[in-house]
């Protein structure tokens, strides 16, 4: 029933691992997006995904590399962690093709994520 | 790039009473939406309420209402009879109105309400 959903809620790890989120959307979108919010609750874009194309790249290193299977799923793999990378990340989706109303997003519930 | 200010860092209520939260944007753009997000300590990110740029109609629901002053780029807040369960991080967010465009957000507001 959930529209927007993210595995796993809780992630801690040791730093130089390789971790993924997972996101998946049942909301018939065609656009899926990740945001961080840092410890100071700060909320920033990193990437938007469009029928499963990249459309919004903001400067992220390139240790975060999206997947976007197909339209309901953008996954969020991380290369190499470190500390400053311990934040909370949010997927969102939204309709931004014919039909869209008022191009609201909705946002899962976030994953912690704690690098040790 | 546009820019999303919240001078308010952390406000206080007494329950049942009105508060106003508040918010400046930044851009050139003509067609955009501004937004307002409730986050609870679930931090689960709701939706409150929404504005297009367009309608001069001050957006409302129940008890939430926003003062859209375009001219001045400004986009309050107002929550009345408050209630303990409003007690969250509030953020407000743009963005632009071209497809797939991303939400901006200001640095957010600490609501906190006092019974």
């Known amino acids: 029933d959930t529209a927007v959903s993210q595995t796993p809620k809780y ?77 909370v990340y949010f997927c969102a989706s939204s309709q931004e093709g014919a039909g869209g109303l008022y191009n609201e997003q909705f946002f899962g519930p976030g994953t912690r994520l704690t690098v040790l | 790039a546009q820019t999303v200010t919240q001078s308010q860092p952390e406000m206080s209520v007494q329950e049942a009473e009105t508060v106003t939260l508040s918010c400046t944007y930044d851009t050139s753009e003509s067609d955009y939406y501004l937004f307002w997000y409730k986050q609870p300590p679930s931090r689960q990110m709701i939706l409150v309420i929404r504005q297009e740029a367009y309608k001069q109609q001050n957006a409302t629901e129940n008890r939430f209402s926003v003062n859209f002053q375009k001219a001045a780029k400004s986009f309050s807040l107002k929550i009345s009879d408050s209630q303990l369960g409003d007690a969250a991080m509030y953020f407000c967010a743009y963005r632009r109105g071209n497809a797939g465009n991303m939400l901006t957000f200001g640095g957010g507001t600490r609501l906190m309400v006092k019974p």
């Open chain 1, 11 to 87: 992630l801690v790890t040791q730093m130089g691992n390789d971790k993924s989120i997972k996101c998946e959307q049942n909301l018939g979108h065609d656009t899926m997006y990740w945001y961080k919010q840092d410890s100071k609750k700060f909320l920033k874009i990193m990437f938007s995904y469009n029928n499963k194309e990249l459309i919004i790249n903001e400067t992220v290193p390139n240790r975060f590399s999206p997947k976007s299977p197909d339209k309901a799923h953008l996954n969020l793999h991380i290369n190499s962690l470190e500390l400053g990378d311990s934040a």
